[in-house]
């Protein structure tokens, strides 16, 4: 029994990592150049520095949060698509209410807390792809490297060469995409009240797939060989978060200049 119980975990473990893995590796990245951005700005412009992003990425953060809460059947009660605090540091809000009995709704909390960041990504890739002359070839630079990190590694430099061109540059178009762009990049990760909840979410997450291992080894059915034919289908994730970190990271190396200029 007790054998079984321990194949049970582990087997519960490994379909985290494979379900969650990267997801949380991306976040954790994207979390950092966030944080590290915003310094900059506080260090060289003060807290005002951050409201130059926070205006339109904040409203795009929240209403990420509405539109994940409608979808797992939350009751909205109270949206601030952007209202900031100095003293609390926070930029925006979104309250919502459900039945804590009811597994779905539960389950919604991990999702809704991890809104921001799928769709925050979704809107880059959108930019990129539909406003950009090269889009479409930066795009496709993405997918060559989403299966691995290793190629994503390998490809962008590639991809920032492709993305900072000579005529792009030199268009006004590109800098408006690019603030754009940054506005959003600055403001999709999960707050650490979106990460609360994201806990909650993923325990009951965890419990189903603990059931389901349970039920699994008894009958002799292999499920963690359907979770990766289903992972499959969400593989265009990883090159769209794996853009995101792109666009994150240009982002803190120009506020990095910023904050050097204003230095000296």
Sequence with gaps: MK?????????????????????????????KLQKWTQKNYQKSIGWKGILWTAWLGTPIHELSHALAAKIFLHKITG????????????????SHQWNEKNIFQNIGNFFIGL?????????????????????????????SSEYSLLAFLKSSPAILIKLFTFENIKSLEFWIFLYIS??????????????KGMLNGLLFIIFILLLLNF?????????????KKLMGYFKIFTTIFSYAIIISFSHFVISKIIFWIFKK
């Design 79 to 94: 949206i601030k698509l952007f209202s900031p605090d100095r003293l609390s540091g926070e930029l925006g809000e979104v």
């Design 3 to 31: 054998k079984f119980i321990v194949e049970i975990i582990l087997l519960t473990f490994w379909q985290v990592v494979i379900i969650f893995g990267k997801l949380l590796v991306f976040g954790f990245i994207l979390s």
């Design 215 to 227: 039920f699994a080894l008894i009958f002799e059915i292999n499920t963690t060989e359907y979770i």
């Design 115 to 143: 809104a921001p960041m799928i769709f925050g990504s979704l809107i880059l890739t959108m930019l990129v792809y539909f406003f950009l002359p090269n889009g479409k070839e930066i795009f496709a630079l993405l997918l």
């Design 182 to 195: 940054f506005c959003i990049a600055s403001h999709m990760s999960p707050s650490k009240q979106d990460k």
